[in-house]
């Protein structure tokens, strides 16, 4: 079993940054590749990024690419999402997963067999 944590989530202005992390403790870290994805209010979850076990392959949906960048550091069991240039619709609960899947299966939450509680992320306009 993997536990996650997420933090780093709060309220910033639009144009702003965060950056987000996620503690995994469990399994061995390295054996996952990871994913965030977020939630708004009335809307499904949705993929934001993920990253393969050697964090050399990263993906990204179109509506955070060129603002987002999703990074892991092994040692640490930590996997982090920098969000620049944000913007209110980036507004949503964040949530952290982990899966063994890959391939086709990481950019849906069905794909991801553990979850973090979530951090909630508002941004102001």
């Known amino acids: 079993q993997v536990q996650l944590v997420e933090s780093g989530g709060g309220l910033v202005q639009a144009g702003g940054s965060l950056r987000l992390s996620c503690a995994a403790s469990g399994r061995t870290f390295s054996n996952y590749e990871m994913g965030w994805f977020r939630q708004a209010p009335g809307k499904e979850r949705a993929f934001v990024a993920a990253i393969t076990w050697n964090g050399v392959n990263t993906y990204y949906a179109d509506s955070v690419k060129g603002r987002f960048v999703i990074s892991r550091d092994n040692a640490k069991n930590t996997v982090y999402l920098q969000m620049n240039s944000l913007k209110p619709e980036d507004t949503a609960v964040y949530y952290c997963?982990?899966?063994?899947?890959?391939?086709?299966?990481?950019?849906?939450?069905?794909?991801?067999?553990?979850w973090g509680q979530g951090t909630q992320v508002t941004v102001s306009s």
């Open positions: 997963a982990a899966t063994t899947y890959g391939g086709l299966f990481r950019t849906t939450p069905t794909g991801y067999q553990y």
